[in-house]
């Protein structure tokens, strides 16, 4: 076998070991108090964050549950977004994001500010990571006063 196949190969095979389940593949969007949001994927896994010089795991019992979106201030002033206004619901309770990071393919993820200012009319990509526990399933992913149904996983 060639090394440019094997190292297809390898990459295919972590991928498959490191990516997580698709739950969410199309956008769905959402308009409130003068913010677009829009979800554009939802996965359960994977269960770990490259941070460049360490790896963040979940622990035993828990999961990652990450959420790629797109947020635009639809209003004509500067506005703060708080992404800790974001919640998966966890029976009575609600958890928020873990980590706020970039939605880039390339590079390793990074803490991004979690109430950044947007300018009118400007949109950012970002992934939140939200630690779950195994063996239960939210219903509901709300980014005040916006709330997405999600599919039991």
């Known amino acids: 076998m060639s090394h440019s196949i094997a190292v297809l190969l390898s990459a295919f095979v972590l991928c498959l070991s490191g990516c997580g389940r698709t739950i969410i593949s199309e956008p769905i969007n959402r308009v409130g108090n003068g913010w677009t949001l829009e979800i554009r994927k939802v996965t359960d896994g994977p269960n770990s964050i490259d941070e460049g010089d360490i790896i ?9 549950i990450w959420v790629a979106l797109t947020l635009r201030n639809d209003e004509p002033q500067p506005r703060t977004f708080n992404f800790d206004r974001c919640d998966l619901d966890m029976g009575t309770q609600a958890v928020v994001p873990s980590t706020v990071t970039h939605d880039m ?3 390793y993820a990074s803490e991004m500010n979690r109430a950044p200012e947007l300018e009118p009319e400007e949109s950012i990509d970002r992934r939140l990571v939200f630690v779950y ?3 239960q399933s939210p219903t509901r992913l709300r980014c005040e006063p916006m709330e997405f149904p999600l599919p039991q996983f």
């Open 56 to 64: 963040l795991e979940a622990k035993d019992g828990e999961r990652l």
């Open 133 to 135: 526990p195994q063996g």
């Open 105 to 107: 393919l390339m590079g």
